[in-house]
């Protein structure tokens, strides 16, 4: 049997590599990261992490050790550097920052890998948390190799600074020599600014933390989390009178929009006296608030309700079976609901967002539907996580932004106001439709705004949409607003 690894209270010896690694990956990260932008740098600097992490690892372990990572890490870490990806093809930037945000989460459950005994929500925040608690590591690590008597410190230094000298000395007199020569190097070396010169030690020390901290875990990772179920309530009407009671109410719930369905619209509004769009707003996000907690109570049900006996088992499958099922009718109801209200009044970022988060809700449940066949959740949350970076992914991939201004140009050509204002606030994503969908002048007054604030890209910073979005051309706008 292998023995469990040391506590983090125990001090875990720092690994040659790992200082290295992470200083490479800094370096790599400082280099190439635009801070500011989504950029094909993004996707560079998350491989130089992967690399760093893996190479690392594998340097700090015995030979013929296993190591931490499986086919399901290697699945984690796809995802990660797919969401990373979206910064080469992408311009918006709040979609972006989510597939950073998700991609901090994936690349946490890609290092720790099976379930720790610690929460769900430290395995999704596994990396930034290490990355702090490695800070005295990595320190105690560097004291240890400046105070080595061999002199390789000191060796390590005089080599980097005679390197940088003769850098200093040839590169100036290099690019005063040959005109080509000075164009590529001032493209790949920006202005020495002092603002780039805090910039690239910020990124450094953000990148170069990240992978110490992957490797800390690794070095010393938390307790596994046993497969054994949780402890259990051992009486069950506790569970079965309230899920029996929601299975009801839902039931009931269920069979009155069925009757709006098969032509009953007409009469609730009357007697409602509200328009279609008011109906479906009034009731959209009561129904995500109701499938939002309705997925708590089956979560909850699913680790403690009991499960001991055979006829806990049947109970158990067939309230949470009815309540998932009858959840996903209402999750259709609320998508309707807010179809209906976007083709009144337009469509938006945040309409499209919950969209995809009602979506991604039907997807739980039905993961949920399929727990039940053999009861056992455990594998639920992780299921979940990687299911929602997945629709993030796809949605990215949709081009959120161009969806929603092609959905509001056809309500214009339907005769319906368009907001032009909303859609001048988009990135360049939607260069392609406006200018070969919108009329003049309004076309150029809509490029002239989304494009108005463009700066040139470095190279670390390329963008297809970017990149596609200066090579329109548009008129002079004269009657822009």
């Not at 100036?172 to 600014?193: G, Q, Y």
Request: contains cysteine; aromatic residues 8%; charged residues 15%.
């Amino acid at each position: 049997m292998r023995p469990l690894p040391p506590p983090k209270s125990v001090v875990v010896p720092l690994p040659p590599a790992v200082l290295p690694a992470a200083a490479l990956a800094g370096v790599a990260a400082a280099l190439v990261l635009p801070v500011d932008r989504p950029g094909v740098g993004w996707l560079l600097a998350g491989s130089a992490v992967t690399a760093a992490v893996v190479v690392a690892d594998r340097r700090s372990r015995k030979a013929g050790e296993p190591g931490p990572f499986t086919w399901l890490s290697a699945g984690w870490a796809f995802l990660t550097l797919a969401l990373l990806a979206m910064g080469a093809v992408r311009a918006s930037g709040w979609l972006f920052v989510l597939c950073v945000l998700a991609a901090v989460v994936t690349g946490s459950l890609a290092v720790v890998g099976k379930r720790t005994v610690n929460t769900v929500l430290y395995d999704m925040l596994a990396l930034p948390v290490e990355a702090f608690r490695a800070i005295p590591w990595a320190g105690r690590g560097v004291g240890r190799f400046t105070a080595r008597r061999d002199g390789v410190a000191r060796r390590i230094a005089l080599s980097v600074l005679a390197a940088a000298a003769l850098v200093a000395v040839f590169v100036p007199l290099l690019t005063s020599a040959d005109a080509a020569f000075a164009a590529v190097v001032n493209a790949m070396i920006p202005d020495l600014s002092f603002a780039t010169l805090v910039r690239w030690c910020s990124v450094f020390a953000v990148f170069a933390l990240f992978v110490a901290g992957a490797c800390y875990f690794l070095a010393a990772p938390a307790r596994r989390a046993s497969d054994e179920s949780p402890h259990r309530t051992a009486y069950g009407l506790e569970w079965t009178v309230p899920l029996t009671v929601l299975v009801l109410l839902f039931s009931v719930f269920v069979g009155v929009r069925l009757v709006v369905l098969f032509g009953g619209t007409g009469y609730v509004l009357r007697t409602s006296g509200l328009t279609s769009a008011e109906y479906a707003r009034g009731g959209f996000w009561q129904l995500c608030a109701v499938t939002v907690l309705t997925l708590a109570i089956v979560a909850a049900a699913l680790r403690w309700a009991p499960n001991a006996t055979r006829a806990d088992r049947l109970r158990q499958r067939v309230l949470l079976g009815a309540l998932s099922a009858l959840s996903l009718v209402l999750v259709g109801s609320a998508l309707s609901r807010m179809w209906t209200y976007q083709q009144a009044y337009g469509f938006t970022v945040l309409r499209l967002l919950v969209e995809v988060c009602e979506l991604w809700f039907g997807t739980v449940f039905v993961l949920v539907a399929a727990s039940l066949a053999r009861l056992r959740s455990s594998w639920l949350p992780r299921a979940a996580i990687g299911t929602a970076a997945a629709a993030l992914l796809v949605l990215a991939v949709l081009d959120p932004e161009r969806l929603i201004a092609d959905a509001n140009l056809d309500r214009a050509a339907a005769g319906k106001p368009l907001d032009d204002r909303y859609l001048a606030g988009f990135s360049a994503d939607v260069v392609p439709v406006v200018s070969a969908r919108l009329p003049e002048p309004l076309r150029t007054c809509v490029l002239r705004q989304v494009l108005g604030n463009d700066t040139p890209d470095g190279w670390p910073a390329w963008n297809l949409s970017r990149s596609a979005a200066r090579d329109v051309t548009f008129g002079s706008g004269v009657g822009c607003r």
